[in-house]
């Protein structure tokens, strides 16, 4: 029970973020989706510091873990208005920033995630 208050904590905290971004940046509708892509990139940075950081120096514990990279990051990042956006992409007719998107979220965001791991083993 404990892990999934955790789980909840982190998720909503993650989640209320995710909107104040978006609400901060005030993107268009069918403009390039850049808080999705913005908050999709640093939470994949964000999870990878966090799992280098946490196994080189064995600083977080399970539930620790859970609230940050399962809660948090789970929350703070989204799928579901990625592949929206997307829809809205092909919808439209606009096929280039549709490509662009999916391969720049895609690449970008495992290079994110590889770029976390390698500064967590600087620190």
């Known amino acids: 029970m404990k892990q999934l208050l955790l789980v909840f904590i982190g998720g909503g905290v993650g989640s209320a973020l995710r909107f104040g ?3 901060w940046l005030k993107v268009p509708s069918g403009a390039f989706p850049i808080s999705t892509f913005g908050v999709n990139l640093l939470g994949c940075f ?3 510091f966090l799992m280098g950081w946490g196994f080189k120096n064995q600083a977080l514990n399970e ?7 399962t809660g ?6 989204t799928f579901s208005a990625f592949a929206a956006e997307n829809q809205l992409f092909l919808k439209n007719g606009d096929y280039v920033p549709f490509l662009i998107y999916t391969l720049a979220s895609l690449i970008i965001g495992v290079l994110a995630v590889i770029f976390g791991l390698f500064i ?3 620190l």
């Open 46 to 48: 964000i999870i990878g």
């Open 120 to 122: 967590s083993k600087q």
């Open 21 to 23: 971004v978006g609400k």
């Open 72 to 77: 948090f990051c789970g929350g703070f990042t």
């Open 63 to 69: 539930n620790q873990s859970l609230l940050l990279t």
